[in-house]
């Protein structure tokens, strides 16, 4: 079993930055694959990032590729997301997401292993 847990989330005005992070626990955590899912009110639930265990291989959502960057450690479990350049339409709750199966993060089911809480991320012009 996995377990996810998000932090970072805040208000921010237009242009400003945060930084995400997720602290994973559990026996399978060192080598599954890992992301960030994003849904506002009204909108349909969106992958934002993806990374594969390794870090080799990373996606973006085209709305965010430029401004946001995805990393993790594997020493400490963890895995980031770095935002910049924050607009009013990234507003929403981001949720820190695990997966055996790296194509599962862009099913449109939504076959996802794992998923932590959320935390609300707000952007205001």
């Known amino acids: 079993q996995v377990q996810l847990v998000e932090s970072g989330g805040g208000l921010v005005q237009v242009g400003g930055s945060l930084n995400l992070s997720c602290a994973a626990s559990?026996?399978?955590?060192?080598?599954?694959?890992m992301g960030w899912f994003r849904q506002h009110p009204g909108k349909e639930r969106e992958i934002v990032a993806a990374?594969?265990?390794?870090?080799?291989?990373?996606d973006y959502v085209d709305s965010v590729r430029g401004r946001f960057t995805i990393s993790r450690d594997n020493t400490k479990n963890a895995m980031y997301l770095q935002m910049n350049n924050l607009k009013p339409e990234d507003t929403a709750v981001y949720y820190c997401?695990?997966?055996?199966?790296?194509?599962?993060?862009?099913?449109?089911?939504?076959?996802?292993?794992?998923w932590g809480q959320g935390t609300q991320v707000t952007v205001s012009s």
């Open positions: 990374i594969t265990w390794s870090g080799y291989r990373t």
């Open positions: 559990g026996r399978t955590s060192f080598d599954i694959d």
């Open positions: 997401v695990a997966d055996n199966n790296y194509d599962d993060f862009f099913s449109p089911n939504g076959g996802v292993d794992y």
